[in-house]
Structures are given as structure tokens and as C-alpha cells.
């Protein structure tokens, strides 16, 4: 019988930990938010580089794939980066490597590729079986030095392999190619700028390193995208947001027509075309923008006739970017169609800037700090500096373990014989030479290993030339770790070198965005841009309206449907915005150009603007800039509303008088400029005139009591010039009109009751 003692099974719940939940979760999401700061989201100050762009270059790298090699397939890359060094998805990958060979995306690419990585219409790349790819001769100076001990290499995340915590080039990619990203509570805009102007401001930074930031901007303009374009904000503007390390830029795409004759239309992007005609050519978009988008915004807004001014846009592009504008007639200013672009269209953007990068603090590891242009490229200079000085140190051991062997083989040569004699004889040589010739291990064991070829009286002399090299390299170093300035000066020297292959005379260090501030902008309005024609305008009992072509006779007979007939019916022009009054006291605006034809019986108003179920239309006018209404509930209370205070920018219109205890809005009267004085009649028909004066001008509101009932409320009210009298309509089928010049005794204070109208005045209680 077996003596074996059985464990019992460990109880799982022996492991649950007693924690409050809320500290639990923000130890957890704390976790988690780090881990998406510094390990996915933002950009090292040091290489401008995201862990998944630096492990792409560095898995490229490692398959040789450097722009005097062929190319591999993309597939080959992402598989060894998603399995090697970044445990996350294929795709993901794929297009952060396809962002990396884009070159309207990047400034300046870091992968050089072959086959369809997209275009700037919008379109996507093709899949990663079908393009390939190498490294290009920036990403070669990016990672420049990555053998010479300038940089910490840290194990992967399954410590199979090893990958290096940065790059240690000196190009300088952060703000060469900028960065863009979104972690957990902070993110980071950088737009990518010039390499030369970069470099120019570090190299004054270097020599002066209390200069300040006005100087740094008169080197360091601004940005410079990868798709040219033109930043239009005042320098002010700009050096403020570089000295805080947060601001944008308003982006505009550039109007060029390099076949134009004259410089000007050149400039300005216009072509003549003979008769008078022209048409506008776009050569650059703003960054980020896809060129399909924009000419569908633009095609859009003449389909929805929001650009009447433009007739119709072009893609004539193939490798470089034209597109082309067609004026609705060779009157319209061409300053005016653009920046009416700017303002609909994204041919106008921004672009934000948020220098919020991960610093090496020592002690603290990588921080995320938002810095100035001065503070990150200090920082920046420092890093470099640091790269420098491990450099030199690598060199310098590597010298000294050279040196050893090198002294070594020299005591060999000049005890040749008794070398050779101690091999020959002794079983174990090399203790034996260690302590006659007072040798190391390595040079002991370096002598023995020597071919015999090497022991030729040339190679005596070699060796002493190799070792006086050497040593004067080595006090070179010596002498660089020893002097900050000599290391400055190196430095200068390196950015120097750097620069001339990316100055303004070559193809890629040519700056390509345009740093100048807009001129004023044309004033204008969509009215401006609407043809001007006559229309007649015709809204139904039932609320259907619509718009007839020219100014017919208003007492024209129209079609309505079954059951409806005429409300209100006007002279207007396209260009005149329609002012709507409902019975609940809100005015809603419609503009003329966008009614309906009257070919059909129209559409229903309430497809237009939002009007309340319970409430209908009782007034409808045209706006006139400086107009004045009289606006009065049947409760007798009103005031005076400037038509320009009634427009509305929304379908919910604007609530304009206040309406209370079931009362309505009962006169919606036009003031004319010359109208002195008030007549208001009551349902008791009574009447009282005052001066209008005493009324006041309100946005919105109630009013004040025009009149004083017992019973009822007001009938109608309207506005006159007193010394012409009152008139009113007499009735009958003669339209007769009569006019009261006596109307003194009814003229008292706002508010009164009033009295009795003169003899003849309508028993309906209203002026017309």
C-alpha cells in the first residue's frame, strides 16, 4: 500500500485580494495609459519616431534592405515586425509602413516604395503581398551609428531578439517629418518643416544658447508639408505658437497656371482662354486633404447651387496636381470665387500644432512635455551630444582592445626567435610567454594564433605605423570627451555636412510651403454670389410656396390644390431674403433663390423651416437692410423690431415677440422711414393714435400696452405720417380708400382707451 499523501486542490478563492474597486481600476487604468503614452502614441524627442515606425526601420534594416539592394515584399517586413518585435495586428502595421513610403504624407519618406501605396485622390494601397519595399538614404542617416555603442538595445517582448531604444542618426527627424497622435488624456500635432531651417536654428542655438526665440524665427520659418500649400497667418501668430508649443495654422492650397502668359495671371492661377473667358487653376492642396474630396465638396456646392458664381471643376491631374475652375461668366472676380472656396471648401484648413513629445529626463525616463521651439531644440542638441560622447567612448575601447593586441605583436616581432623557440619546445607555450615578455591573455593567445605569412619584417612596420595611428586617434578622443566646446564644434561640423544634402537647391530639401500672410479678405456674401432675377412669390392657405420666373401680376389667377387658395403673394428678387411670421410670434428666413419653381403647386413650408403644428403663417415679407417692423399681439402690447433683428440663420427661426395667456400675434406692419405717429383700433372699436416715438425698439420681448380695454383686445394696428391724415379702406367692390386729416382728437398718450373712429371706419376694425 503506497504511503503517498495527497495535497488537497489550493481553494482559487484563497487568491482573491480584498481591494476597493475604484483603486483597483485607476491602478490598472493607470497601467494601461502609460503604456499607451510611451509606448504607442507619442513621438521620442530623440528619433521622432513611434515604437512601431522605429521597429519597422530597424526589422527593414536587419533584412539589408538598403536602398543599393533590391526590394523585398512588404509581407516579408510586416511579418518579421508583428513577429519579431510588435506583437499587434498585420494591418495595423501595413499602414504605418505605407504612411512611411507616402510622399505626400511624409516630408521626407523613410521607406522607398514599389508598387500602389496610395495616391492623394484618398485611394488605399494595395495589399502587402502585391508592393515591396527599401529603406531610403534619409532612414540609412537616421540610423547611422547604431554599431557604434550610441545607443541602449533593450530585449524584445519575448527576449528572443533585441531592438534599440532609439535611433541615434543625426537627422532630425521629429521635426523634419513631424508627428501626429492620440494617447490617453494628451496627444501630439507636429507638422513636419525644413531640414535646412532646422538645421540653422539648432547651429545658432549651438553658438548662442541664450538667443532668443525672434532670432530662432527668422531662421525657422514655419512649416513646410509634404504637399506645398500656403500658411496665411501673420509671423506674430506663428512665433507664438512656437514659443509656447501650441497654436495651428490656417493652411490654404495655392492657385499657380505656370502656362498663363502673363507673370501675374501666373501667380494669381488664372488662364485666359480669348473672348474675355478664364478659368482658375488649383497646383496644390492643403496637407492631409484627399484631392477626391475636395472636388466632390467643390462639384457639391455647385449642385446644390451654394456657389452660383461657379459653373464647373476639373481633375486634370496626372503626376502633379490641377484642378480646374470654370467661372459661371467671365465677370466674376476671381479673388471673390476664391475665397469663397476658402470658407466652403477644405481648399482652406488647419493645421494644429502641439510640440508634446517623450523626454529623456535622467531619473525619470521618458516624460511627456509640451516644449517651445527653443526647449525642444536644446533638448534635441543635448541628446545628440550624448550620441557624440558614447560614440567617442565606444571608439576609444574599441581602440584600446586594438592597442593591446597591437603591443603585443610587436614584443613578438622583436623577440621573434625566442617566440618561435618557446612554441617549438615547451608543451605550454603560452604561460611561459606570459611571464618572460610580461603578456597578457589576449596578446599570448593573439601571438599564438598569428599565421606564419605574418611574420615578414613589412608587417613589423605595419604593426608600428597601425599603433602610432591609433594613438593619435585615441588623444583625439581623449581630448574630445574632455572639451564641451570641441564637442559643440564637432557637432557643427556633422550638421554642416547633413545640411548640404538637404539644401534649398536640391530636389528634396527645396522648401515647398509658402510662409505669407493672406491679404484682406474680400468681403462678400452668398448673396453676392446669387444670380439676381425677379421672382413673384406665392404662399397657399395650406402652406405650399413657390416661386414664379419675373414679377407677373399679383392678381394673376395660380393653380392650388383641392381645397386651397391664395395667403400672401409678393414681388421679390433671387437675391432678397423672405421674412415669415407665424401666429405663435417666431419669424423664420428663407431665401429666394432656393423656393421652388411654379411649374407644380410648390412644396409645404414646413419642409423648410421647423414650424410649430399649432401655429400658421400670418405675415409674409420681403427683408430690407434698415427696415422696421410694428409688431402687435391681440392683447394690445407691441414694440418696434429692425428687420435685420429677425433674420434667422437656422429652420428653427428666431422667437421674436412673446406671447402669453393664449394670445396671438395679431399685426405685423412695415414702418415706413418717414411714419411719425400709431393708430391702433380695439375689438370694441375704438380708437387711439400717439406718436411712435413712444414705442420701443426691441429684439425680442412682449412690448408695451398700446391701448386700454375693458372687453377684447386689438383689432389692427398700423403706422402714418400724421400731417397726411389717416386712411383706411372703405370696402365695396370699388376699393375705395378715404383719408381722415382731422385726427387730432383721437391723438392721445400710449395706452389710452381711446374713442369712437370717425364716421365711415370699416366695421371690421381694420385698415385694409
Same mark, same amino acid.
Given at each position: 500500500m503506497s504511503d503517498t499523501v495527497t495535497t488537497p486542490p489550493e481553494d482559487p478563492f484563497d487568491a482573491i485580494v480584498d481591494a476597493p474597486f475604484d483603486a483597483a481600476l485607476s491602478e490598472r487604468y493607470l497601467v494601461y495609459a502609460l503604456s499607451t503614452i510611451t509606448a504607442r502614441s507619442l513621438p521620442d524627442l530623440r528619433d521622432g519616431l513611434k515604437p512601431v515606425h522605429r521597429r519597422l526601420l530597424w526589422a527593414m534594416r536587419q533584412l539589408k534592405l538598403d536602398p543599393s539592394s533590391a526590394f523585398k515584399k512588404s509581407a516579408r517586413v510586416v511579418g518579421d515586425v508583428i513577429g519579431?518585435?510588435?506583437?499587434?495586428?498585420?494591418?495595423?502595421?501595413?499602414?504605418?509602413?505605407?504612411?512611411?513610403?507616402?510622399? %505626400?504624407? =511624409?516630408?521626407?519618406?523613410?521607406?522607398?516604395?514599389?508598387?500602389? %501605396? #496610395?495616391?492623394?485622390?484618398?485611394?488605399?494601397a494595395a495589399a502587402y503581398r502585391y508592393t515591396e519595399a527599401r529603406l531610403t538614404k534619409t532612414a540609412l542617416a537616421l540610423m547611422a551609428g547604431l554599431d557604434e555603442g550610441t545607443v541602449d538595445f533593450l530585449p524584445t517582448y519575448n527576449g528572443e531578439e533585441v531592438e534599440p531604444e532609439i535611433f541615434p542618426g543625426l537627422f532630425p527627424n521629429l521635426l523634419a517629418n513631424g508627428s501626429s497622435g492620440i494617447a490617453v488624456g494628451m496627444a501630439t500635432s507636429i507638422p513636419s518643416h525644413n531640414v535646412a531651417e532646422v538645421i540653422d536654428a539648432t547651429l545658432e542655438l549651438i553658438d548662442n544658447p541664450h538667443v532668443e526665440h525672434a532670432r530662432l524665427m527668422e531662421l525657422f520659418h514655419g512649416p513646410d508639408f509634404a504637399t506645398g500649400g500656403q500658411v496665411v497667418d501673420s509671423a506674430a501668430s506663428i512665433a507664438e505658437a512656437y514659443r509656447t508649443g501650441r497654436g495651428s495654422f490656417r493652411l490654404r492650397g495655392k492657385f499657380h497656371a505656370p502656362e498663363a502668359k502673363d507673370a501675374d495671371d501666373i501667380a494669381a492661377g488664372i488662364e485666359r482662354l480669348g473672348g474675355g473667358q478664364w478659368q482658375l487653376v488649383i497646383s496644390e492642396i492643403p496637407y492631409q486633404v484627399p484631392k477626391g474630396k475636395l472636388i466632390e465638396q467643390i462639384a457639391a456646392l455647385i449642385g446644390d447651387r451654394k456657389l452660383p458664381i461657379l459653373e464647373d471643376v476639373r481633375d486634370e491631374s496626372d503626376t502633379a496636381i490641377r484642378i480646374v475652375l470654370t467661372p459661371k461668366s467671365r465677370n466674376v472676380d476671381p479673388e471673390l470665387l476664391k475665397?469663397?472656396? %476658402?470658407? =466652403?471648401?477644405?481648399?482652406?484648413?488647419?493645421?494644429?500644432?502641439?510640440?508634446?513629445?517623450?523626454?529623456?529626463? &535622467?531619473?525619470?525616463?521618458?516624460? &511627456?512635455?509640451?516644449?517651445?521651439?527653443?526647449?525642444?531644440?536644446?533638448?534635441?542638441? /543635448?541628446?545628440?551630444?550624448?550620441?557624440?560622447?558614447?560614440?567617442a567612448q565606444h571608439r576609444l575601447?574599441?581602440?584600446?582592445?586594438?592597442?593591446? =593586441?597591437?603591443?603585443?605583436?610587436?614584443?613578438?616581432?622583436?623577440?621573434?626567435?625566442?617566440?618561435?623557440?618557446?612554441?617549438?619546445?615547451?608543451?605550454?607555450?603560452?604561460?611561459?610567454?606570459m611571464a618572460e615578455f610580461d603578456l597578457t591573455d589576449r596578446q599570448a593567445e593573439a601571438i599564438l594564433n598569428m599565421r606564419l605569412r605574418?611574420?615578414?619584417?613589412?608587417?613589423?612596420?605595419?604593426?608600428?605605423?597601425?599603433?602610432?595611428?591609433?594613438?593619435?586617434?585615441?588623444?583625439?578622443?581623449?581630448?574630445?570627451?574632455?572639451?564641451?566646446?570641441?564637442?559643440?564644434?564637432?557637432?557643427?561640423?556633422?550638421?554642416? *555636412?547633413?545640411?548640404?544634402?538637404?539644401?534649398?537647391?536640391?530636389?528634396? #530639401?527645396?522648401?515647398?510651403?509658402?510662409?505669407?500672410?493672406?491679404?484682406?479678405?474680400?468681403?462678400?456674401?452668398?448673396?453676392?454670389?446669387?444670380?439676381?432675377?425677379?421672382?413673384?412669390?406665392?404662399? +397657399?392657405?395650406?402652406?405650399?410656396?413657390?416661386? *414664379? $420666373?419675373?414679377?407677373?401680376?399679383?392678381?394673376?389667377? !395660380?393653380?392650388?390644390?383641392?381645397?386651397? $387658395?391664395?395667403?400672401?403673394?409678393?414681388?421679390?428678387? @433671387? @437675391?432678397?431674403?423672405?421674412?415669415?411670421?407665424? +401666429?405663435?410670434?417666431?419669424?423664420?428666413? =428663407?431665401?429666394?433663390?432656393?423656393?421652388?419653381?411654379?411649374? #407644380? !403647386?410648390?412644396?409645404?413650408?414646413?419642409?423648410?423651416?421647423?414650424?410649430e403644428s399649432e401655429a400658421a403663417i400670418t405675415a409674409m415679407m420681403v427683408h430690407r437692410p434698415g427696415g422696421r417692423l410694428l409688431l402687435a399681439s391681440s392683447h394690445g402690447k407691441g414694440f418696434v423690431a429692425a428687420m435685420d433683428d429677425l433674420l434667422a440663420e437656422t429652420r428653427k427661426g428666431r422667437q421674436v415677440v412673446n406671447l402669453k395667456d393664449g394670445a396671438a400675434l395679431r399685426v405685423i406692419r412695415e414702418i415706413a422711414p418717414t411714419h411719425d405717429h400709431v393708430a391702433c383700433v380695439g375689438d370694441n372699436r375704438k380708437l387711439v393714435v400717439f406718436n411712435l416715438e413712444e414705442l420701443p425698439v426691441m429684439a425680442r420681448g412682449q412690448g408695451v400696452q398700446l391701448q386700454r380695454y375693458r372687453d377684447g383686445g386689438l383689432?389692427?394696428?398700423?403706422?402714418?405720417?400724421?400731417?397726411?391724415?389717416?386712411?383706411?379702406?372703405?370696402?365695396?367692390?370699388?376699393?375705395? @380708400?378715404?383719408?381722415?386729416?382731422?385726427?387730432?382728437?383721437?391723438?392721445?398718450?400710449?395706452? /389710452? *382707451?381711446?374713442?369712437?373712429?370717425p364716421q365711415g371706419f370699416p366695421k371690421s376694425g381694420r385698415f385694409d
Open positions: 519579431k518585435y510588435h506583437p499587434h495586428g498585420d494591418a495595423s502595421v501595413y499602414d504605418a509602413m505605407v504612411r512611411l513610403a507616402q510622399d %505626400f504624407a =511624409l516630408r521626407y519618406p523613410l521607406v522607398e516604395g514599389q508598387g500602389n %501605396f #496610395g495616391n492623394v485622390d484618398g485611394d488605399n475665397e469663397s472656396l %476658402f470658407k =466652403l471648401t477644405d481648399l482652406e484648413t488647419r493645421f494644429s500644432l502641439n510640440l508634446n513629445v517623450l523626454d529623456a529626463q &535622467p531619473g525619470l525616463g521618458r516624460t &511627456p512635455m509640451v516644449m517651445g521651439l527653443k526647449e525642444l531644440l536644446g533638448s534635441w542638441t /543635448a541628446a545628440q551630444i550624448d550620441i557624440l560622447q558614447r560614440r575601447d574599441k581602440i584600446a582592445s586594438r592597442l593591446e =593586441l597591437v603591443r603585443g605583436y610587436i614584443i613578438a616581432f622583436l623577440n621573434l626567435d625566442r617566440v618561435i623557440e618557446i612554441i617549438r619546445t615547451e608543451d605550454e607555450p603560452k604561460p611561459l610567454m605574418s611574420l615578414r619584417k613589412l608587417e613589423e612596420m605595419e604593426l608600428r605605423k597601425e599603433q602610432d595611428t591609433l594613438l593619435a586617434e585615441e588623444a583625439e578622443l581623449q581630448a574630445l570627451l574632455e572639451s564641451p566646446a570641441k564637442q559643440r564644434t564637432r557637432l557643427k561640423r556633422d550638421l554642416k *555636412a547633413l545640411r548640404k544634402e538637404y539644401a534649398e537647391d536640391t530636389a528634396l #530639401g527645396a522648401r515647398r510651403t509658402l510662409i505669407a500672410e493672406a491679404a484682406p479678405a474680400v468681403e462678400f456674401s452668398m448673396d453676392a454670389m446669387i444670380e439676381k432675377a425677379p421672382v413673384t412669390v406665392i404662399l +397657399s392657405q395650406k402652406g405650399w410656396i413657390r416661386a *414664379a $420666373s419675373g414679377h407677373v401680376p399679383l392678381d394673376q389667377e !395660380f393653380k392650388y390644390k383641392e381645397g386651397d $387658395s391664395l395667403a400672401f403673394i409678393l414681388h421679390a428678387q @433671387t @437675391t432678397d431674403k423672405l421674412l415669415l411670421a407665424a +401666429s405663435d410670434g417666431r419669424f423664420y428666413t =428663407l431665401g429666394c433663390d432656393k423656393l421652388p419653381g411654379a411649374r #407644380g !403647386f410648390g412644396e409645404p413650408v414646413r419642409t423648410m423651416v421647423d414650424l383689432s389692427d394696428a398700423i403706422t402714418f405720417v400724421l400731417g397726411d391724415g389717416l386712411s383706411w379702406q372703405m370696402g365695396g367692390s370699388g376699393e375705395r @380708400t378715404r383719408t381722415e386729416t382731422e385726427i387730432r382728437m383721437w391723438k392721445v398718450a400710449r395706452g /389710452a *382707451a381711446g374713442r369712437m373712429p
